[in-house]
Nanobody, 119 residues
């Protein structure tokens, strides 16, 4: 199994910045992708960004404002969020596609971290 633990959420004013972190631990053989999703109240969970070793992908709504990065040595993914808007308010979930020691590949989720953008 793989455990994902997020941190870095909080309350920030419009135009401000936050940096989310997610650390993966457990019986990890390899991590293929790590990413971030978010879910606002009353809405479906949506992809924000994800990163493989070779590429990154972003939702159109956050392009140019958010940056995803990975530290493979630390099994960690970051999401730098700049120019935050009230519509970015959501619970942000870390997600990973990983192969464990028993050679099973599965999708894993963190518990979520709340981001509130408000004045």
């Amino acid at each position: 199994q793989v455990q994902l633990v997020e941190s870095g959420g909080g309350l920030v004013q419009p135009g401000g910045s936050l940096r989310l972190s997610c650390v993966a631990s457990g019986s990890i053989f390899t991590i293929y992708t790590m990413g971030w999703y978010r879910q606002a109240p009353g809405k479906q969970r949506e992809l924000v960004a994800f990163a493989s070793d070779a590429t990154t992908n972003y939702a159109d709504s956050i392009k140019g404002r958010f940056t995803i990065s990975r530290d493979n040595a630390k099994n960690t993914v970051y999401l730098q969020m700049n120019s935050l808007k009230p519509e970015d308010t959501a619970v942000y979930y870390c997600e990973a596609i990983a192969r464990t020691g028993d050679l099973r590949t599965q999708q894993y989720w963190g518990q979520g971290t709340q981001v509130i953008v408000s004045s």
